[in-house]
């Protein structure tokens, strides 16, 4: 008999979890708490390597398809110091597929293809260990039984409680996230800055960072070291009243803190913060749209647990880590690899002994990247800017 198999989530880690059991023809259930594939805005490009999400889209029969979305020429990077010299401009070789770029929004595409998702369906709760296997319920009070529940559940996940007390805590380094639209035609300045790739601006606790989506998009990203209530009172966190820009929002009589739906008043702020940069990397900040709050927050690392018979993790539910472009490699390959196993697990024994065995890998792989990913926030926005560059230097002679 087949088992009963669910996954919570139908980000990387679920869809390529749920699209390799599909190659293998064992059924699975995908509960996905959005109501619809494009409820919320994507998110931005994300780089998949070589050796982990291509090979994690290998083994779902996808990667000559991803190979044709996909954009090498989006490896490119360059880096500026905030006067606006350019240190290093590093272009891909043509035939270099070792990192390309995809959007979110392409990959998931790709990997949804025929799998049957339950929109709609957010879990609160799972508890394993009941006569009828492990048990998930439903915000809207409905529940289900399964023989395994996977939790590709992300960041905030309510199946992690099921195996572990961990929680993610704040890293000290936030971001304020903006975009631009139609680059190349409305702003084609900043797309000549931007390149074909990412362009980094690394100053004391600070950088801006964009990035080329498709279609002329682009994503920006003011990245700092701040207490995670610092735009509650501008003057008392960041020392910023009284310069550059803000003084207009005060003397409006506005509120110390800041009101992330008055565009204005987050631009002024961030341009406060950036003071002195060179007027073109400001650019960025001045013609960016609306502004989320974005901070980085992390599980510890490395993060285990006592193994729980019919539940597990997979991706950011397992190991959130700093946004230095591994979490979706790593959650897709953990999709793949678990799902191999899996279906590979004759019986019910075969099938906790496959999970017990897939958790120790994931445990000692994620665990170097998550110590990579924390020591190289350090280095991204750092008191010392040069350690960026070096750091920047380093991964690309590796
Ligand atoms: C700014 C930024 C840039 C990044 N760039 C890169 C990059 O270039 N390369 C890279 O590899 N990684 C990158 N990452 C990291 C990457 O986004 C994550 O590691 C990746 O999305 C994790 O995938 P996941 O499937 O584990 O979780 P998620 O992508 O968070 O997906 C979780 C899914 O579960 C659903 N869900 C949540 N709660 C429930 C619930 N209770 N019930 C049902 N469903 C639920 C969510 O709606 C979501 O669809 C970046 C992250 C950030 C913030």
């Given at each position: ?17 749920a699209?390799v059991?599909h190659?293998?023809d ?13 409820a ?11 050796k ?5 889209l290998?083994?779902?029969?996808l ?27 590093w ?6 597929r070792a990192?390309?770029?995809i ?10 293809g ?13 508890v ?10 439903f ?9 395994l ?14 195996v572990s007390?961990a929680?993610p805590?704040y890293?000290?380094?936030t971001?304020?996230?903006?975009s ?16 074909d ?16 989506n ?16 610092w735009?509650?009172n501008?003057?008392r ?5 009284g310069?550059?820009?803000l ?5 409006a009589g ?5 009101d ?41 690392a490395?993060?285990?647990?006592t193994h729980?018979p019919e ?14 472009g591994?979490?979706a490699?790593?959650a ?7 799902a191999?196993s ?14 017990r ?29 040069t ?12």
């Open positions: 008999m087949r088992q009963r198999i669910a996954v919570i989530g139908a980000g990387p880690a679920g869809l390529t979890f699209r059991l190659r293998h064992h059924p699975v259930t995908v509960l996905e708490r959005d109501p619809a594939p494009d919320r805005p994507p998110g931005g490009t994300l780089d998949l390597h070589e982990l999400g291509q090979l994690a290998d083994k779902a029969g990667l000559a398809e991803f190979q044709a979305l996909s954009r090498p020429e989006g490896q490119a990077m360059r880096i500026l110091d905030p006067d606006g010299t350019v240190l290093r401009d272009r891909p070789r043509p035939d270099d990192n390309p770029e959007d979110r929004g392409q990959l998931r595409d790709l990997l949804l025929p799998l049957d998702v339950q929109w709609g369906r957010s879990v609160t709760e799972v394993p260990g009941t006569r009828d296997g492990v048990l998930v319920r915000a809207d009070g409905r529940q289900e039984t399964f023989d529940v996977v939790g590709a559940d992300g960041a905030w996940s309510r199946v992690r409680p099921a007390s929680t805590h890293t000290g380094v971001v304020v996230e903006t631009l639209d139609d680059v190349d035609t409305r702003h084609p300045d900043l797309a000549r800055l931007i390149g790739g990412s362009v980094a601006v690394h100053g004391v606790n600070r950088a801006l960072v964009a990035q080329r498709s279609g002329g998009h682009v994503k920006v990203y003011a990245q700092f070291r701040a207490p995670l209530d735009h509650t501008l003057d966190h960041l020392g910023l009243n310069r550059a820009g003084d207009a929002t005060l003397d506005r509120s110390p803190g800041l992330w739906a008055d565009v204005e008043a987050v631009r002024s702020s961030l341009l406060a913060l950036f003071d002195g940069w060179a007027a073109p990397v400001l650019d960025l900040l001045r013609r960016g749209t609306a502004f989320v709050h974005r901070p980085l927050y992390v599980l510890p490395p993060h285990t647990w729980v539940v597990t993790l997979l991706g950011d539910a397992a190991h959130l880590m700093p946004p230095l591994v979490g490699n790593l897709m390959l953990e999709g793949a690899e678990l191999e899996v279906a590979a697990a004759p019986g019910p024994g075969d099938l906790d002994e496959a999970v065995a897939f958790e120790e890998q994931m445990w000692a792989r994620a665990g170097k990247w998550a110590e990579f990913t924390m020591a190289g926030l350090e280095r991204l926005v750092s008191a010392d800017p350690e960026a560059l070096a750091l920047f230097d380093e991964v690309q002679s590796s």
